[in-house]
């Protein structure tokens, strides 16, 4: 990534246990300057450090001109930490990680297969 920084935006991987995905989590971590988290249990994300989904939601709401507190962020994972914490509502589906349902501002009674989503939005009258 190093050799590549300007090529590489993001290496997203799937392994074929969650203990394997784990090990690499951990391996990856020990690495300076990049930033590994998960989507799923056999899921790691590599990035380089500073790279994550809040950092890209205060970006895109700075470049539109609508204020941190107006923003809303949904999620679910590990990889929503970042945006869940930096977001002016953190919204989180009902079968989130539990230390990510304890970032939430709100939590959904149905899960993102069944709707979560559109019911939050509906609470929030959007």
């Not at 784990?22 to 380089?48: H, K, S, Y």
């Amino acid at each position: 990534m190093s050799r590549h920084a300007h090529e590489v935006e993001k290496f997203c991987m799937f392994f074929d246990s969650i203990e394997i995905a784990q090990a690499a989590l951990v391996r990856f971590r020990a690495f300076p300057g990049i930033e590994a988290v998960q989507g799923a249990p056999d899921n790691v994300e590599v990035t380089a450090a500073g790279v994550d989904k809040g950092t890209a939601l205060l970006a895109l709401a700075d470049r539109l001109g609508i204020p941190r507190e107006a923003t809303l962020a949904i999620g679910d994972s590990d990889n929503d930490r970042a945006m869940l914490a930096r977001a002016g509502v953190a919204a989180v589906m009902a079968n989130a990680l539990p230390e990510i349902r304890a970032l939430g501002d709100i939590v959904s009674t149905r899960d993102n297969d069944h709707d979560g989503v559109a019911e939050l939005f509906e609470r929030l009258g959007l």
